[in-house]
């Protein structure tokens, strides 16, 4: 059973950089047949596609126009997780953040993650 | 960036059949966007119900499909139930890049 398990902490300060991790249990983040997203929510911007990293050979990287200049998706194959960083945040980055495995569909969630981006 | 757009709200009866849809900024819906419908319930993670127009998982309930309609991806509930009551959201892929529509409220009343 794919489980994710995601880590990082709650509050972040205007300008900072927002950084999350995502354990992944039960499967490769190196799987050749899925690729890794993560997905933000909040009441101002709904549900957003933020980016993904996928194996295929060789590591690939897709990101939201919204925040390509800001974001940076990494995978670490010896702790089997992957990362977010978002540069520069402000309020407007508040939001529930989910690591999400897009296998068949976006078949596996990580529980989600609150961040609030406040001084 | 390409906008997705959904009904804000729908309301069925118990029972009855109801077609919630997934349209693009773009122009027609294909299967080359990968349609994508997810349920959300108050306080869970969005699950998906179809994906790639009309997959279905073993949680996706046997009254739910998925199809391509008039340009639009559609997702049909027959015979809803109380419990389909909930949030629905469909996702586009656009050339590698994913974009959400803003939602439907299902009352099922």
């Known amino acids: 059973q794919v489980q994710l398990q995601q880590s990082g902490p709650g509050l972040v300060q205007p300008s900072q950089t927002l950084s999350l991790t995502c354990d992944v249990s039960g499967d490769s983040v190196s799987s050749n047949s899925v690729a890794w997203d993560w997905i933000r929510q909040s009441p101002l911007r709904g549900l957003e596609w933020l980016g993904r990293t996928y194996y295929r050979s060789k590591w690939f990287y897709d990101y939201a126009p919204s925040v390509t200049s800001r974001i940076t998706i990494s995978p670490d194959t010896f702790k089997n997780q992957i990362s977010l960083q978002l540069n520069s945040v402000t309020p407007e980055d508040t939001a529930v953040y989910y690591c999400?495995?897009?296998?068949?569909?976006?078949?596996?969630w990580g529980q989600g993650t609150t961040v609030i981006v406040s001084s | 960036q390409a906008v997705v757009t959904q009904e804000p709200s729908l309301t069925v009866s118990p029972g009855g059949t109801v077609t919630l849809t997934c349209g693009s900024s773009?122009?027609?819906?294909?299967?080359?966007?990968?349609p994508h419908w997810f349920q959300q319930k108050p306080g869970q993670a969005p699950r998906t119900v179809i994906y790639d127009t009309v997959n279905i998982h073993s949680w996706t309930p046997a009254h739910f499909s998925g199809s391509l309609i008039g340009g639009k991806a559609a997702l049909t509930l027959s015979s809803a139930q109380p419990d389909d009551e909930a949030d629905y959201f469909c996702?586009?892929?656009?050339?590698?890049?994913?974009?959400f529509g803003g939602g439907t409220k299902l009352t099922v009343l």
């Open positions: 999400v495995r897009e296998g068949w569909g976006m078949d596996v």
């Open positions: 773009t122009g027609a819906v294909t299967s080359g966007h990968h």
């Open positions: 996702l586009l892929s656009y050339s590698g890049a994913w974009v």
